[in-house]
């Protein structure tokens, strides 16, 4: 069974640096692409981030290029998200999707970026 | 970016009525390889969003078969045959043919 689980979420302070982390199982996470998807509270889903199994091929939104960073460890089956100079628009449940194509997705960790 | 602009965004339904939801991109989804890289999400109240179809018609393992999807080029529809409580949700089409993916807005089904 497919399992993707997020954690790193919180709580932080406009300009502050927070850093997301996904384990996956279930499948053989270095042959996969993975994504950040995010939802703002009641909101649609927004892309945010893909990078290939290599870790060769990185794409970013255009609102959080510069800011955030994608990274993996197919020895830990583990999938980052490093975000900095957080923003009060960044505030969104962040999901980790498997494939360049997205189909399974975790159950999300919820980022609240506020003074 | 593409724009996925869907239809309605609210859809109320009846017990054992269909329904259908539509979807249209601003560009053509038809991929380099000849497929067409359309997707259907459904998210209940309170979980993550699940894949329900991909490359237009084709349902993931373990959807009911009450969901299909159909459509070309840019115009495509998810449909639901007979409505049961539990397909209460949002609704959400996504194109993967382009960078950056993008998503409609969702569309709320609801039983009336």
């Known amino acids: 069974e497919v399992q993707l689980v997020e954690s790193g979420g919180g709580l932080v302070q406009p300009g502050g640096s927070l850093r997301l982390s996904c384990v996956a199982s279930g499948f053989t996470f270095s042959t996969y692409s993975m994504n950040w998807v995010r939802q703002a509270p009641g909101k649609g889903l927004e892309w945010v981030s893909y990078?290939?199994?290599?870790?060769?091929?990185?794409l970013y939104a255009d609102s959080v290029k510069g800011r955030f960073t994608i990274s993996r460890d197919n020895g830990k089956s583990s999938l980052y998200l490093q975000m900095n100079s957080l923003r009060a628009e960044d505030t969104a449940i962040y999901y980790c999707v498997r494939n360049w194509n997205p189909d399974y997705w975790g159950q999300g960790t919820l980022v609240t970026v506020s003074s | 970016d593409v724009v996925m602009t869907q239809s309605p965004l609210s859809l109320p339904v009846t017990l054992g009525q269909p329904a259908s939801i539509s979807c249209r991109s601003s560009q053509s989804l038809v991929y380099s390889d000849g497929n067409t890289y359309l997707s259907w999400f459904q998210q209940r109240p309170g979980q993550s969003p699940r894949r329900l179809i991909y490359?237009?018609?084709n349902r993931d393992s373990g959807v009911p078969d009450r969901f299909s999807g159909s459509g070309s080029g840019t115009d495509f529809t998810l449909k639901i045959s007979r409505v049961e409580a539990e397909d209460v949700g949002v609704y959400y089409c996504?194109?993967?043919?382009?960078?950056?993916?993008?998503f409609g807005q969702g569309t709320k089904v609801e039983i009336k």
């Open positions: 990078i290939n199994p290599s870790s060769s091929t990185i």
């Open positions: 490359k237009v018609s």
């Open positions: 996504m194109q993967g043919t382009h960078w950056p993916r993008t």
